[in-house]
């Protein structure tokens, strides 16, 4: 079989093809929707796996309901270095970042003491971190009972207390 | 002057790639240069957006930046605006734009943009990961933006579509000079189906972010323009940087 003429100038162009696309995709981004990236889904299943996010004692709490712009992750601990150290350890997977307050010691077992065990909802996230982590993730009506909770444990006034507050009425927001 | 903008290489991948073994779909990237007239002022780059789905919740995570020229003056900055019937965070009613982050948001700021102007949210508190100021990298010259805009689905349709905007800001007269848009979103059915769209390009300015908008939320502080001169220097201006260009060059030929 005799390969040539209209051939081989199919198989150039098909090179060519082949070739630009290559540079299109590896300098550019791809214009349509990569297999590993579908555009649709069904709802309802269960919650994304979480991983741990530091092994360092704090408190981590997370808005995971409806949201425009992402809220900042809030990140408690007894101490400010510690707060410090592990807000760093989260910002690595926040985007927008995590904010560190530092609590007396009482106020953060009080705060550990708060979680519940056997919560299970999808609007908030409160994890605790270190030796022993746990993570519960909870609807609205417990997010709020335990947010009133933690500001209880930290006492209103205080930069730890305004913060939950703010998480507070983010949360009520959500429909 | 006219604007010019040239779109580079998703352009090109369509035109050549589609007849073989893909297709446009309905997400894609953006990698485009900002021209008004010949001068370059900056470049947009934004990765092709993906689903966000956990349990009911459902959304879209888009992530991009703006890198801009030295040509490019003012300050630059990201202004979102959101259209949905859960509208959050605002006053506003349903399916009526507003402003990204919304009014009653206690991390946000009094200021149009995306990302505060203040390290001090609303409520007092200093948010680090949503200052603007910390939102830039390469000297400073290049912008980064982030959204997962989600919502939870309980049993009724929900829409969510966002107009994003990069402008150069004149702090001085408060014009806003827009100079690329682009929008993106999703869509969960009253069964639970989610649907991502964009990140898509649209004309300057798009539709949301009009002058009657801006005055509503913000009083007669802001002017909206879709001249993109308002984001080159004046003459002058430009004369006076050359000038400091030939002045400094030659200090550091005597030194």
Same mark, same amino acid.
């Given at each position: 079989?005799?390969?040539?003429?209209?051939?081989?100038?199919?198989?150039?162009?098909?090179?060519?093809?082949?070739?630009?696309?290559?540079?299109?995709?590896?300098?550019?981004?791809?214009?349509?929707?990569?297999?590993?990236?579908?555009?649709?889904?069904?709802?309802?299943?269960?919650?994304?796996?979480?991983?741990?996010?530091?092994?360092?004692?704090?408190?981590?709490?997370?808005?995971?309901?409806?949201?425009?712009?992402?809220?900042?992750?809030?990140?408690?601990?007894?101490?400010? /270095?510690?707060?410090?150290?592990?807000?760093?350890?989260?910002?690595?997977?926040?985007?927008?970042?995590?904010?560190? /307050?530092?609590?007396?010691?009482?106020?953060?077992?009080?705060?550990?003491?708060?979680?519940?065990?056997?919560?299970?909802?999808?609007?908030?996230?409160?994890?605790?971190?270190?030796?022993?982590?746990?993570?519960?993730?909870?609807?609205?009506?417990?997010?709020?009972?335990?947010?009133?909770?933690?500001?209880?444990?930290?006492?209103?006034?205080?930069?730890?207390?305004?913060?939950?507050?703010?998480?507070?009425?983010?949360?009520?927001?959500?429909? | 002057?006219?604007?010019?903008?040239? &779109?580079?290489?998703?352009? =090109? *991948?369509?035109?050549?790639?589609?007849?073989?073994?893909?297709?446009? &779909?309905?997400?894609?990237?953006? #990698? $485009?240069?900002?021209?008004?007239?010949?001068?370059?002022?900056?470049?947009?780059?934004?990765?092709?957006?993906?689903?966000?789905?956990?349990?009911?919740?459902?959304?879209?995570?888009?992530?991009?930046? !703006?890198?801009?020229?030295?040509?490019?003056?003012?300050?630059?900055?990201?202004?979102?605006?959101?259209?949905? #019937?859960?509208?959050?965070?605002?006053?506003?009613?349903?399916?009526?734009?507003?402003?990204?982050?919304?009014?009653?948001?206690?991390?946000? @700021? %009094?200021?149009?943009?995306?990302?505060?102007?203040?390290?001090?949210?609303?409520?007092?508190?200093?948010? !680090?990961?949503?200052?603007?100021?910390?939102?830039?990298?390469?000297?400073?010259?290049?912008?980064?933006?982030?959204?997962?805009? $989600?919502?939870?689905?309980?049993?009724? =349709?929900?829409?969510?579509?966002?107009?994003?905007?990069?402008?150069?800001?004149?702090?001085?007269?408060?014009?806003?000079?827009?100079?690329?848009?682009?929008?993106? &979103?999703?869509?969960?059915?009253?069964?639970?189906?989610?649907?991502? @769209?964009?990140?898509?390009?649209?004309?300057?300015?798009?539709?949301?972010?009009?002058?009657?908008?801006?005055?509503?939320?913000?009083? %007669?502080?802001?002017?909206?323009?879709?001249?993109?001169?308002?984001?080159?220097?004046?003459?002058? !201006? =430009?004369?006076?940087?050359?000038? *400091? &260009?030939?002045? *400094?060059?030659?200090?550091?030929?005597?030194?």
């Amino acid at each position: 079989m005799v390969i040539g003429g209209d051939g081989l100038a199919w198989i150039a162009l098909g090179s060519l093809a082949g070739a630009i696309c290559s540079l299109a995709m590896s300098g550019c981004e791809r214009p349509d929707n990569p297999p590993d990236r579908p555009a649709s889904a069904r709802l309802g299943g269960a919650a994304a796996a979480l991983a741990p996010s530091t092994n360092i004692a704090c408190v981590i709490v997370r808005l995971r309901g409806a949201s425009d712009r992402p809220p900042p992750v809030l990140v408690f601990a007894a101490g400010g /270095s510690d707060a410090a150290h592990a807000a760093a350890a989260v910002n690595a997977s926040e985007p927008m970042g995590a904010t560190p /307050s530092a609590v007396g010691d009482a106020a953060y077992a009080c705060l550990v003491g708060a979680i519940p065990s056997g919560a299970s909802g999808a609007a908030i996230e409160v994890e605790h971190c270190g030796a022993s982590p746990r993570r519960v993730l909870l609807d609205k009506v417990e997010g709020e009972r335990w947010l009133a909770a933690a500001s209880a444990c930290v006492g209103a006034p205080s930069e730890a207390g305004r913060l939950l507050e703010s998480m507070r009425t983010l949360l009520r927001a959500m429909p | 002057m006219n604007r010019s903008t040239i &779109g580079r290489c998703v352009a =090109a *991948a369509v035109a050549i790639c589609a007849g073989a073994t893909m297709s446009l &779909g309905a997400l894609t990237g953006i #990698n $485009k240069e900002i021209k008004c007239g010949d001068t370059l002022l900056a470049t947009v780059n934004f990765a092709v957006p993906t689903l966000y789905a956990s349990g009911a919740t459902g959304g879209i995570t888009v992530s991009g930046s !703006a890198t801009k020229t030295a040509a490019f003056t003012g300050k630059m900055r990201w202004v979102q605006m959101i259209k949905t #019937n859960q509208p959050l965070n605002t006053n506003t009613p349903a399916n009526t734009p507003y402003f990204d982050p919304g009014e009653l948001d206690p991390t946000g @700021n %009094d200021f149009p943009f995306y990302w505060n102007e203040n390290l001090q949210g609303r409520d007092g508190n200093n948010y !680090a990961g949503l200052w603007v100021q910390n939102k830039f990298s390469n000297g400073g010259n290049t912008l980064s933006f982030f959204d997962e805009p $989600k919502r939870t689905w309980t049993g009724a =349709a929900i829409n969510w579509q966002a107009e994003l905007s990069l402008v150069c800001w004149d702090m001085t007269t408060n014009v806003l000079g827009v100079l690329w848009t682009g929008t993106y &979103g999703f869509n969960i059915t009253a069964g639970g189906n989610l649907t991502i @769209n964009g990140i898509t390009e649209m004309a300057v300015g798009g539709t949301f972010l009009t002058q009657a908008a801006i005055d509503q939320r913000f009083g %007669d502080v802001y002017t909206i323009s879709t001249d993109c001169e308002n984001c080159i220097p004046t003459p002058a !201006a =430009a004369g006076l940087l050359a000038f *400091a &260009g030939v002045f *400094a060059a030659r200090r550091r030929r005597a030194a």
